[in-house]
């Protein structure tokens, strides 16, 4: 038992705990069965607000890239699943979401106000052109017209949930240090 109350009093000394992870985890699956159950049948100008997806920002900013990838990952799963669509392609998405939205969050962004904004705006572009990506690829029904019409409202109805949900997140995993996300990353300068 001291290995793992020194296991625990290490983590707790780094800022990021398992706590952490379950609360990233719970609100990832409220977001992501939201998104299924509630957001995909609200239609704004063709766009659908897209709840997973700020969420997931909001997380991996604040988390970093592991965090981000891994709740992508198991996000994405969740919603293949839930809304019986192609298995792992929102996951192969929003992996790749979580990931370089947590790089950016790791390197520059995340002490920046407008961080959250201009990731949820650059993600949303992103992940529209994703799925449309890998739809083509897997020679399913790819219509680029639509998503590109739906672009601008996407975008906008991301931006007006990103205030909140960011808060949201933000309160319940307190910003970790920059040492905690990433050995690795060296800031220049």
Do not use: C
Not at 29 to 52: E, K, N, R, T, W
């Amino acid at each position: 038992m001291p290995a793992a109350a020194g296991a625990r009093a290490q983590e707790a000394a780094r800022g990021v705990t398992v706590g952490d992870g379950v609360k990233a985890a719970v609100a990832l699956f409220v977001a992501a069965i939201a998104q299924v159950s509630i957001f995909a049948q609200l239609h704004v100008l063709g766009a659908v607000p897209d709840v997973l997806l700020v969420t997931l920002v909001a997380v991996s900013l604040l988390r970093g890239s592991v965090a981000g990838a891994v709740g992508g990952f198991f996000a994405g799963l969740l919603v293949d699943t839930a809304s019986l669509g192609t298995l792992g392609l929102t996951s192969l998405v929003l992996t790749l979401a979580g990931y370089w939205i947590g790089r950016y969050g790791e390197t520059t962004g995340r002490d920046r106000g407008h961080a959250p904004f201009l990731s949820v705006a650059v993600v949303t572009v992103l992940y529209q052109l994703g799925l449309l990506v890998v739809h083509f690829v897997l020679g399913e029904s790819a219509p680029a017209g639509a998503v590109l019409r739906s672009l601008v409202p996407a975008i906008v109805l991301n931006l007006i949930l990103t205030a909140p949900l960011y808060a949201v997140i933000r309160r319940l995993l307190k910003p970790a240090g920059r040492a905690e996300l990433s050995a690795e990353v060296r800031l220049l300068g």
